[in-house]
């Protein structure tokens, strides 16, 4: 709403015929993801970090001398919405789409991207992807114009096996996945991982529950009780998760939790609730107690002007300061010209230092991934969502560990 | 097995009675107004995001009292300034009207609480394990879920049995048509009885809200089932929606506890075709997976072999 | 007997059988189709144009919808499964002869929509038809639920929550046209549009036509006419899943995208939405709430990220104060103009109009700074209105805002009597001249 | 009973009628001839079952037990419209037409079925001739030209009970069913009405529910005595006037 009436006289005008050019010295970076609603909070999370990044950017002379500008499309996480958003992105002069919130979005812009640069020559729209992680984006849908920044389901398997692997008493392993894609990629994966590499382990059950729908998961947790499982692998987010998670806690389930999502909003609290102190594991790009220095700097400058909102997305990071040190080499901001200094990329990680790649083959960024679990943090410590408790580093695979094999046929213009 | 049988039924009997606490206010408001309040399920909602709202500054129990208490008199303002202005476009008109309130009431709680769940916790008095079988412990506060259902359950029998207010709720049940003639101040009944409705879903809310979840969509996920249950157990019949509450919370808890597929009982599909590929979805899918969809079917085969629901007397 | 009807002199207008001239008749078509031809060079910027595809879409799902709500008295609450049937059986159509294999062009895969949308429309009004008034509505809203939970499960027909992609580009191309330009997609939408606008109207002038408005209006007494109720209620069921289905393959031609969002509860409201807003009372009341919503629905998330508040708010207004929608308001100003008194009550109106919109303004700031110290708060306090920047949680905005709330609602509800007995006055005064 | 010396064929016979709702016998064993052509009365005191029976008559409700037959073919059990396409048209006690219809739409939707239009969604409906006609002629019969394009719902009441039987009529059904068409109606109204009732129903059957005794001594050709769900008598106007039962069951209590 601040933006509320001042940009009405925007809006009327739509439909006038011509679209605003970008100006010369002002690189246009649409943010297509949810801006309304009740999903707004999680979009507007994801905006507040490009616009940081850009401020700081420019505050330093910007690219090329030119000025990174943010721009936040509304998409209210519907597929159809976002394509017609990226559209007026388009119009006002953006070639930079940054989108993460649902794959089934990611794939819609993913294609329409693709397609648009094919059928309009000389368009070049490249889509920065902080957060979409169905493998299919890389793998069978992959597009030379799509860049991956965040590990996508296989990914984050391999590094979680590879974590399991060295965990001998895991031996009774139960999946719970919701009933779509993402769900059954991860059951899928860990069924096969584990059977590479711990094949001692016995899957005691592989269950799939319906998407959002569950508002007890009371009878799961009994049957997941009764199969005597020790360690349960979940993919589950959001609701499903923080449910699931309530329900344990009530019927006094004892096992270890191996998930995606346990750090999302919602997550930590349902854990503090259940009382699953240090039974809990997350898998993902970095976390904040991490204890690196240059890290914690911006940490510090991002909460000083965003009070209230410390989560922290590392991989926009990432994602930004490749495509700017992209920028620099290739000596423009058009993504026909640094989309092939971004393939192939090595770049620092912003959560721990450690070394990260841009995978030419698929677009796809490989880089360490954190294994952490969540317990009371001593003061000084970061903590989620005013639980008290906070992510503690258990384990760091690096990037060549995680790396999988895809079967993009990359397509390359021209 | 004997675990999950066991536990199955009483979190199939819970529920259901969590949903017949809605359901009866939903059909005695039908029964006397002939309008079905889609909005039902918002009033449910509101009564959990007020009861942990009050349950943050004054504890739960007050929340227990207070929240239904505000969520009624809303409904009666809702009544008194929507419902009777629209009566007079018709039912159409009506339901388009709780239809829009439920959109409203959903924007407003995203607006003021958000989209994520809130944190709403189980009073400490009874966040202990209330017994423990099968090695599995069952929570207190669910079982006073299921004690509260049922007190409130024979507190209203004994209201509609022995109170003059009863006697016409029973009459309108028995005999809809009459309830036109019932003079004066039937504006004021039918206020209060809104009213009375919404607050038994609220109580409902401020119940599930710590058992369950706390959040904007909870209205929508829980409002499709709770029309089926009216008119899977007819509409307008306060035994068939006691019926039909616990059959539904049965079905659905039970459904969960089978992995039975279409594969599982007559083999994998055999052919090799692309209509194969598509099949193989329905043969391998697996009962509990379609445990949600469950009530809906109910619905689609109670209308074809029982049009007017189980216990039912009316068309429409 | 029929000597009787010839001594009684025939009012002014009364049906004399005389078919009416082609003017009357096609004119207002034509006019349409003119309009249709030319609005890509008026408005031609890739956002219009992707706009009024969507637009031409959903004036053909809304006038759908009011076959069941407008025309038969149908609340449905799960029209958009035969939209979202539609699309996926025209995607997994077009995948299918994808590479040019297939000998049908792009232009004719619609009806595949259609056809889906019909047969689907078949087999669920077979069960939705057995009842009317509240069961049905529940009844559909179960069939809806029903769908989308299907729809996931059966991950291989429809491509799980990512939907299936289609390239529209690949199917036989006849007439050197690809369809790869937005415009030429435009077109397509276009003369959809234009087909199923005047077939649906077609129908309304149709004895079943007429006998679905019947049924809206007494389906008792309907059936002491010789009429089954089911029957129509049946085929004004299917005709509208056939029109839907239709929309539906417009829709994944245009997006080239379909998922099971597409045909959930949300898109089922909003076509509700469109037909009620829109007016359903009038045949084009739903063709104007379709560009109306989807126009708001486009750019109001830009101005307002509660947008969607503001739009349940206004539709519960118009179900109590404007029950036959925007062109209910249009038409009621038909009988003033005619009697040439619009002019006389148009002032009441301004008059009406001022304290409302301060109203609104009130209203609006009260939502936006809840919305500030609720959801935003981490975004900090401070925000801005109409170029003033205020905090969300400072007296004064709050104590302005509820005055401009109450002031304007209280003088706008004064005014808007004055303008009624305005408008009574006006239709007697130009009675009496 | 008497009606073989009638000499005309059954119209419509109800044989053992019942009808009960839960332990409540509302109808409780009618037998009845109408014979071709006649104009017959059922009077009555409220409660009777009068529109009970011409509801179980016309398929709205089910009879508990006993048969009806319309051209000696059996119709119990048969829906509304399906009796009303062998031929049998009604009215309705409380005005039952379509409000929000002009008056011309009113008429002509329930021509449809009888011209054979059904549910034909592909014909324009203007340009059907004869179904215009037919409108316009049943439009004259009950005076409602002037009125034609306005809204049924507007009109004055007299005007609506006039609709209402154009509606039975537009159906071009042999029998006619009209139920209290009087009802509410000043003096002058009513005259105007029992012109229009006889004039509608010559080459007609008619049987009517009328409490305005003057009307149905006047109007009708036979009259029968509905009490408490039992017919106890059925007669020509003359000899009703001078039967002793119904002096004492009905005549004597209502009409002084």
Not at chain 1, 327 to 346: N, Q, V
Not at chain 1, 388 to 402: L, Q
Request: net charge negative; hydrophobic share 50%; proline share 4%.
């Amino acid at each position: 709403m601040r933006k509320l009436f001042a940009t009405t006289a925007v809006a009327l005008t739509v439909f006038g015929a011509a679209a605003v050019p970008a100006s010369a010295d002002t690189v246009k970076i649409a943010f297509v993801d949810p801006l309304s609603g009740g999903a707004a909070s999680v979009g507007q999370m994801g905006l507040n970090h490009l616009k940081f990044i850009a401020d700081t950017v420019n505050a330093a002379g910007g690219v090329n001398g030119d000025m990174l500008e943010v721009t936040g499309y509304d998409n209210q996480v519907n597929a159809q919405t976002s394509l017609v958003q990226v559209q007026k992105a388009i119009d006002e002069g953006a070639k930079i789409i940054f989108q993460g919130n649902g794959s089934s979005v990611g794939i819609a812009i993913e294609e329409f991207v693709t397609k648009y640069n094919s059928r309009n020559p000389g368009a070049h729209i490249l889509y920065m992807n902080y957060a979409a992680v169905d493998p299919a984006m890389t793998n069978e849908k992959c597009s030379y114009w799509h860049f991956a920044f965040d590990a996508n389901v296989t990914i984050k398997m391999e590094a979680m096996t590879n974590f399991i692997k060295d965990q001998p008493e895991v031996k009774k392993v139960y999946l719970i996945d919701q009933d779509y894609s993402f769900g059954h990629a991860v059951a899928d994966t860990a069924v096969s991982m584990l059977k590479e590499k711990r094949p001692d382990i016995e899957i005691v059950g592989n269950e799939f529950h319906p998407l959002v729908k569950i508002t007890d998961f009371a009878p799961y947790v009994a049957k997941i009780k009764a199969s005597g499982a020790d360690t349960v692998i979940t993919g589950n987010w959001g609701q499903d998760f923080a449910l699931l998670i309530k329900a344990a806690g009530q019927a006094g389930l004892d096992v270890k939790w191996f998930t995606y999502y346990a750090g999302a909003a919602g997550g930590p609290t349902a854990i503090k609730q259940a009382g699953l102190d240090g039974k809990v594991f997350q898998v993902n790009e970095g976390i904040a107690n991490l204890n690196y220095g240059p890290a914690m700097e911006t940490t510090k400058a991002y909460t000083e002007r965003y009070k209230d909102a410390p989560t922290m997305f590392p991989r926009v990071f990432n994602a930004m300061d490749m495509m700017v040190k992209a920028m620099e080499e290739a000596k423009s901001s058009d993504p026909a010209d640094f989309a092939p200094k971004l393939e192939g990329m090595t770049f620092q990680s912003f959560s721990n230092g450690g070394e990260m790649f841009m995978r030419a083959d698929d677009h796809q960024l490989f880089q360490p991934i954190i294994i952490s679990a969540i317990g009371p943090v001593e003061s000084g410590q970061v903590d989620e969502e005013n639980t008290g408790w906070g992510w503690k580093s258990v384990g760091e695979i690096a990037a060549k560990d995680t790396i999988v094999p895809t079967t993009c046929d990359m397509k390359r213009p021209g | 097995m004997a675990e999950i049988l066991f536990f199955s039924a009483v979190n199939g009997i819970t529920y259901g009675m969590l949903l017949f606490l809605m359901a009866s206010g939903l059909t005695v408001i039908f029964s006397m107004m002939g309008v079905l309040n889609l909005a039902h399920a918002s009033f449910y909602m509101l009564g959990a995001f007020f009861g942990f709202e009050i349950s943050r500054h004054l504890g739960f129990w007050p929340g227990l009292v207070l929240a239904p208490l505000i969520v009624a008199v809303i409904g009666m303002g809702v009544e008194r300034y929507g419902l009777r202005t629209v009566h007079k476009h018709g039912h159409v008109a009506e339901l388009l009207f709780t239809f829009g309130l439920t959109f409203v009431i959903q924007k407003l709680v995203e607006m003021v609480w958000g989209k994520l769940p809130v944190d709403y916790l189980v009073p400490p008095s009874l966040d202990f394990p209330a017994f423990t079988i099968f090695a599995t412990e069952y929570p207190a506060f669910k079982l006073f879920g299921l004690l509260a259902s049922i007190a409130i359950f024979l507190a209203l029998m004994l209201v509609i049995k022995r109170t003059r207010i009863g006697l016409i709720v029973q009459a309108a049940l028995t005999h809809p048509e009459m309830v036109g003639m019932l003079g004066h101040n039937v504006d004021r009944i039918f206020m209060l009885v809104f009213g009375v409705g919404v607050g038994l879903a609220a109580v409902a809310g401020v119940i599930a809200g710590p058992a369950l979840v706390t959040q904007s969509n909870m209205a929508g996920l829980l409002g499709p089932i709770l029309f089926v249950v009216v008119v899977v157990g007819g509409l307008g019949s306060l035994g068939g929606a006691f019926v039909a509450s616990l059959l539904i919370g049965l079905v659905q808890t039970f459904a969960v506890a089978f992995n039975i597929s279409l594969a599982d009982v007559f083999g994998p599909v055999a052919a090799d075709s692309g209509l194969a590929l598509y099949l193989d979805d329905i043969w391998s899918v697996t009962v509990a997976q379609v445990a949600p969809v469950l009530p809906y079917l109910l619905l689609v085969l109670i209308l074809i072999f029982r049009p007017r629901g189980l216990m039912g007397n009316r068309e429409s | 007997m029929s000597d009787t009807s010839d001594t009684v002199v025939r009012p002014a207008g009364f049906p004399s059988g005389a078919a009416p001239g082609p003017l009357r008749r096609y004119g207002p078509w034509i006019v349409l189709a003119l309009l249709l031809l030319v609005l890509p060079r008026v408005f031609s910027s890739g956002l219009s144009i992707s706009t009024m595809c969507v637009m031409g879409t959903m004036i053909i799902f809304a006038l759908s919808y009011n076959m069941l709500l407008g025309q038969s008295g149908l609340l449905s609450f799960g029209h958009a499964v035969f939209f979202g049937l539609g699309g996926f059986l025209t995607a997994q159509m077009m995948n299918m002869m994808a590479g040019g294999e297939g000998p049908l062009p792009l232009m004719v895969y619609p009806l595949v929509g259609g056809l889906a949308g019909l047969v689907f429309g078949v087999i669920f009004g077979a069960v939705a038809t057995r009842r009317a008034g509240t069961a049905f509505a529940m009844i559909t809203l179960g069939i809806g639920e029903l769908v989308t939970s299907s729809a996931l499960i059966l991950r291989g027909f429809f491509g799980g929550e990512t939907g299936i992609t289609v390239d529209r580009t690949e199917i036989h191309q006849v007439f050197g046209l690809s369809f790869g330009p937005q415009v030429q997609v435009y077109y397509l939408i276009a003369g959809w549009c234009l087909v199923s606008v005047i077939a649906m109207y077609a129908i309304t002038r149709t004895p079943f036509g007429r006998i679905c408005n019947a049924v809206r209006d007494n389906p008792q007494r309907v059936n002491f006419v010789g009429y089954n109720t089911t029957v129509v209620r049946f085929i004004a069921f299917s005709l509208a899943g056939l029109f839907a289905g239709i929309a539906g393959g417009l829709a994944s031609i245009n997006f080239e995208i379909m998922n099971s969002a597409q045909m959930g509860a949300a898109e089922s409201g909003s076509v509700i939405l469109m037909a009620y807003i829109g007016g359903v009372g009038n045949f084009a009341g739903p063709i104007i709430g379709a560009i109306v919503v989807t126009y708001l629905h486009l750019m109001l998330s830009d101005l307002s990220d509660v947008w969607e508040l503001y739009f349940g708010l206004l539709f519960i207004s118009m179900v109590m104060y404007a029950p036959n929608g925007i062109a209910g308001v249009i038409m009621m100003q038909r009988p003033l103009i005619r009697r040439g008194q619009l002019l006389r009550v148009a002032p009441y109106y301004v008059l009406a109009l001022i304290p409302g919109l301060v109203a609104l303004a009130g209203l609006s700031m009260i939502i936006e700074m809840t919305h500030q110290l609720s959801i935003s708060a981490s975004e900090g306090l401070g925000m801005t209105m109409m170029g003033i920047a205020f905090n969300a949680d400072a007296l004064l905005p709050w104590l302005t805002a509820v005055v401009l709330l109450g002031g304007g609602g209280w003088l706008g509800v004064r005014a808007a009597r004055l303008a009624r007995e305005a408008y009574g006055a006006a239709m007697v005064r130009g009675r009496v001249q | 009973m008497s009606n073989a010396d009638q000499g005309g064929t059954a119209a419509l016979e109800l044989e053992g009628l019942e009808k009960s709702f839960g332990p409540t016998r509302i109808i409780r064993g009618v037998d009845l001839t109408i014979v071709r052509g006649e104009r017959h009365a059922v009077i009555g005191p409220n409660g009777a079952g009068k529109s009970t029976l011409f509801h179980l008559i016309s398929g709205h409700y089910r009879p508990t037990s006993g048969r009806i037959r319309l051209d000696g073919r059996d119709i119990t059990g048969l829906s509304p419209e399906q009796i009303n396409r062998r031929g049998l048209a009604r009215s309705f006690q409380i005005t039952n037409i379509f409000p929000q219809l002009s008056v011309w739409e009113n008429v002509r939707c329930a021509t449809l079925w009888a011209m054979g239009y059904r549910y034909n969604f592909w014909r324009d409906i203007d340009g059907l001739d004869d179904v215009r006609l037919r409108t316009e002629e049943i439009l004259g019969q009950i005076n409602l030209i002037e009125r034609w394009d306005m809204p049924a719902g507007m009109l004055a009441y007299a005007e609506q009970r006039a609709l209402e039987i154009g509606l039975a009529l537009a159906s071009d059904a042999d029998i006619l069913l009209l139920d209290e068409p009087m009802a509410g109606m000043s003096h002058a109204e009513s005259q105007h009405m029992v012109e229009l009732i006889r004039k509608v129903s010559e080459n007609r059957t008619l049987l009517m529910i009328e409490h305005d005794m003057g009307v149905v001594f006047n109007l009708a050709d036979r009259i029968s005595v509905l009490v408490y769900g039992e017919i106890i008598a059925s007669d020509t106007p003359e000899r009703i006037k001078a039967n002793a039962d119904v002096q004492r069951a009905y005549l004597g209590t209502e009409v002084a």
